[in-house]
């Protein structure tokens, strides 16, 4: 895929999804843009999992300074528990 922003891609995506739902496109024109809708989304699901690679929270420590943490976006699962 030519280098596509996050933002192009989810529009693109936004669009095959509505030819698609139109339910006006012949079959073989459908699967092509289900294929592609697909690679869109895969593209746009990597670009999400390096941005929240990327993501660190600062965390208040009880002496007032601030530490940085990565970020943890799974509910109920603190530092530490398994």
Known sequence: M????FE???EKLESI???LES???AL???MKKYEDGIKLARFCQ???EKAKA???MLMKEPDGN???KPFNTEKGKEEGEE
């Open 2 to 5: 030519k280098e596509v922003t």
């Open 28 to 30: 073989d024109q459908s």
């Open 66 to 68: 601030f530490t940085k």
């Open 46 to 48: 990597e670009k999400l």
């Open 54 to 56: 990327r993501i660190d």
């Open 8 to 10: 192009k891609a989810i």
């Open 23 to 25: 339910g006006d496109l």
């Open 17 to 19: 999804v509505s030819e």
